[in-house]
Each structure stands twice: as C-alpha cells, then as structure tokens.
C-alpha cells in the first residue's frame, strides 16, 4: 500500500481497478470511514483528494492515495479512473466539487457511481446529473435515531422512504403461537422476516415458527406499519 504521485505507475491503477476494488474520490470524515471499513473487507481502494493533510493521513493505509483535483476530467483520466467500476464521490462541504467530479465521471462512462450529498437541494441536483447512487449519511442516520427514539425499536434500517426493517422485541400476543395462524399480515401489514433465540444465530421466519419472549424478530413492511407493530406489547 503506497502513495503514488499524480502522474505516477498507470498500471499500477489499472492493476487495482481489475481486482475488488473501489475509487473513493474526497478522504474527508466520511470518505476516509469508507475507505478504511472497505480495505478492513477486503477490497481494494483507490483514494484521492485535493488536500494534503487528507491524504498524509491515509499514506500507507489504502492501497493507493495520491492528492489530485478530482474535477479536472484530465486528471481523472491520467489516474485511470475509467478502469473502475465503482466510484464514490464522498466530497462534503464543497458543492461546486461534487458537481464538477460527479459530472466528470459520468462523461467518462462508469457504470456505478455513488455519492454523498450535504443537503436535499445537492441531493436532487446529483440525481438530476445523472449519478446511479444519491446518499445522505447525516440526513438518513437522523432519521434513524429519530425512530430509534420515539419507539420500542431495537434497531432500524430504511429499505427506501415508507418501507423499513425494524428490530424488535415479539409482541406478546405472538407467544406460543405459530405465526401462520397469527393473521400477522392480515390485521397489521407487515411480516416477521426472521427471528434469533438467546444465544443461537439469526433464523428465517416461516408460518410454523413459534416465537417466545425472549426472541428477537426482524420486522418487515411499511415503515409507519411496522414502527407501530414494534410498539405493541
């Protein structure tokens, strides 16, 4: 793992972008948390960024960094950048930038980019653009405490707006009963997808499951629906 110059080995790049890899353009908090979480998986990780210290940081740390104007498409080109066949635009803070590095990648042709976007106004100029993947890190974790916070909720991960997963606890109307004969789905709209007795590994849940108290249970449907069942005792 080497930090190279702008204008350093081609191959080299091309050689990383042919393995599991993925280019992470912008080593701020969140891009470096990226970064780091996806070489600790295994993958391979291009990273690049204008500033100095960003990428002082991360030398020796990712298989490649190299500080680079990541919205010049010249100096995309020149990293090999067009190889990749993920890339992450996880620049925070400066618009301009996103715009600039998102539309240049998407002239180059990458069949999956992702980015991060600040705000709801950058979000829907970055889906306008074209970018394959909009994310907002800040605006989704709030959600998600939000809920976590005003309900019984173990955890929670929105599949898309209006559709969740929700962990919980099982109601105690569940108890003893296999849920195929519950009405679950009927009276409440949601499924149990899985459950996960003390001690032993997560199960798929199917109409014969028996659930006890001290189960834990994924439940899956529209958020509302769902946050509402997790609530029931």
Do not use: C
Request: net charge negative; glycine share 10%.
């Amino acid at each position: 793992m080497a930090r190279r110059s702008l204008f350093g080995d081609q191959n080299y790049t091309r050689r990383i972008a042919e393995a599991d890899s993925v280019a992470v353009i912008g080593l701020g908090r969140f891009g470096r948390s990226l970064a780091l979480e996806l070489m600790a998986g295994g993958t391979e990780v291009l990273g690049i960024d204008i500033v100095e210290e960003n990428v002082q940081s991360l030398n020796n740390r990712l298989t490649q960094v190299v500080r680079a104007d990541p919205t010049n498409p010249e100096v995309l080109r020149q990293l090999s950048i067009d190889q990749f066949d993920r890339v992450v635009v996880a620049i925070g803070g400066n618009l301009a930038a996103s715009i600039l590095t998102s539309s240049a990648l998407l002239a180059l042709g990458l069949p999956a980019i992702w980015a991060k976007a600040d705000t709801e106004e950058h979000a829907l100029i970055l889906e306008q653009l074209g970018v394959h993947h909009v994310v907002q890190p800040e605006s989704e974790m709030g959600r998600k405490v939000a809920h976590l916070v005003r309900g019984a909720a173990l955890d929670y991960v929105e599949i898309e707006r209006g559709y969740a997963v929700v962990k919980s606890s099982p109601p105690e109307r569940l108890w003893g009963t296999p849920l195929g004969k519950t009405g679950l789905r009927k009276e409440f709209g949601v499924t149990i997808a899985a459950y996960k007795k003390p001690g032993a590994e997560w199960t798929n849940a199917d109409a014969d499951t028996v659930l006890e108290a001290d189960d834990t249970i994924l439940i899956v449907g529209p958020t509302r629906k769902a946050e509402g069942f997790a609530q029931l005792r």
